[in-house]
DNA sequence: TCCGAAGTTGGACACGGAGTCTAGAACTTG
DNA sequence: CAAGTTCTAGACTCCGTGTCCAACTTCGGA
């Protein structure tokens, strides 16, 4: 894959439309052409293929997940606070990037068979949010869980479940609201102080 | 779709690897009729195509997904039991049909495109889920929550996304292990008690 | 028992889309 | 302007999907 120059690059972006709504293999090269402006053989002088181009858009989400996430875990203060702004920060992504993060989600086979991604999605969001777990734990604002790595991904599972919906085309709630929902889900929990596990 | 037998139905679970490793696009016609032993031209008898084939074992895993959560959700006691009921039976689902439940989760673009299948997953665990909640906050054994669906949604994204994980070859966590996770993320939150929501 | 309908299969084939290739146009840079 | 590099049109190959058909088997009545 030759390096991809900005120009195209925001072209490409165009494609996520399609790629979101009908997937990969109902997409053909040519639709990708015409929706973006790039011509057929230009796309095949820069990438090995359809699989790809596809790589190199969930990339660019990936990119933002990871940096939003970084920035939200960083700082001094209470480590439950920075998980709040984690959670927004992510589900913001959703609402900048709607059509590449729901391509991202819908074809997970083909990210996740995609060598670097799924390795990446881990060190973007699971490993700094265990960090961040840990941190709480220490800092008495976050519960101490006993598998943090695993609840960091059952948090990024909530969040892109989440998100997802959200962004859909017939979705009603607005990322706002999901946010609330979500963090007030993840925070407190469901259960009534009376109905948590006994310890 | 003509009905398929139940000979051909179980045969057509050996498919299931094929698909959750590779994904459907990378898996021709001609394997999964080596895989099974069903012949070409027989699939084309009962399906209309490949998609129709992976909708069929999709349906499978909402089937079992719709009577595990059906049953766990049934009963008297307190709303929290039976949604801990709830979790814990739909991550067994992910153990008892693993390649079934990762190849969906993998292609879950298609599922979302296949017609029905986006309503029936709704149907099988987000309604029966929310109306949980609903109920917990009658009995007070739940929080009372503003968006019973979006937040069952959100419990769905982290159990499917957990479950996937705890099923994936590479994986090490056992279910039971990601059961007590999830469950323990889910009913206490992840705040401590000083840290929740003020309200 | 016999017949017709339905199920089952091999094998040939048309069709369409992915990816390759080549020649040359259009830029860029010195 | 010369010599590279980038970009593009268009023709072509290859392969997998899905179709078709002709034969063979199975099964449920009458």
Same mark, same amino acid.
């Given at each position: 894959?030759?390096? $991809?120059? &900005?120009?195209?690059?925001?072209?490409?972006?165009?494609?996520?439309?399609?790629?979101?709504?009908?997937?990969?293999?109902?997409?053909?090269?040519? &639709?990708?052409?015409?929706?973006?402006?790039?011509?057929?053989?230009?796309?095949?002088?820069?990438?090995?293929?359809?699989?790809?181009?596809?790589?190199?858009?969930?990339?660019?989400?990936?990119?933002?997940?990871?940096?939003? $996430?970084?920035?939200? %875990?960083?700082? &001094?203060?209470? %480590? %439950?606070?920075?998980?709040?702004?984690?959670?927004?920060?992510?589900?913001?992504?959703?609402?900048? =990037?709607?059509?590449?993060?729901?391509?991202?989600?819908? +074809?997970?086979?083909?990210?996740?068979?995609?060598? +670097?991604?799924?390795?990446?999605?881990?060190?973007?969001?699971? +490993?700094? $949010?265990?960090?961040?777990?840990?941190?709480?734990?220490? +800092?008495?604002?976050?519960?101490?869980?006993?598998?943090?790595?695993?609840?960091?991904?059952?948090? =990024?599972?909530?969040?892109?479940?989440?998100?997802?919906?959200?962004?859909?085309?017939?979705?009603?709630?607005?990322?706002?609201?999901?946010?609330?929902?979500?963090?007030?889900? $993840?925070?407190?929990?469901?259960?009534?102080?009376?109905?948590?596990?006994?310890?």
């Amino acid at each position: 894959m030759r390096e $991809v120059p &900005d120009r195209l690059a925001t072209k490409l972006m165009l494609a996520a439309d399609l790629l979101a709504t009908q997937g990969l293999d109902d997409t053909k090269t040519e &639709d990708i052409a015409t929706a973006t402006g790039i011509p057929k053989a230009t796309l095949y002088y820069y990438f090995s293929g359809k699989e790809e181009i596809l790589g190199f858009l969930f990339e660019r989400v990936l990119d933002a997940v990871e940096a939003a $996430v970084a920035e939200a %875990a960083a700082g &001094d203060d209470p %480590a %439950a606070d920075r998980l709040r702004r984690v959670i927004a920060a992510h589900l913001l992504v959703f609402a900048e =990037l709607p059509m590449p993060s729901l391509a991202l989600q819908l +074809d997970l086979g083909r990210a996740a068979r995609l060598p +670097d991604l799924s390795l990446r999605s881990r060190q973007s969001f699971v +490993d700094p $949010v265990a960090r961040l777990l840990s941190e709480g734990a220490r +800092d008495g604002s976050l519960r101490k869980v006993k598998h943090p790595h695993l609840t960091a991904l059952a948090l =990024l599972g909530a969040i892109t479940t989440s998100g997802v919906n959200a962004v859909s085309p017939s979705s009603t709630p607005s990322i706002a609201t999901v946010t609330e929902v979500v963090t007030s889900f $993840v925070m407190d929990g469901l259960a009534t102080t009376a109905n948590r596990a006994r310890k």
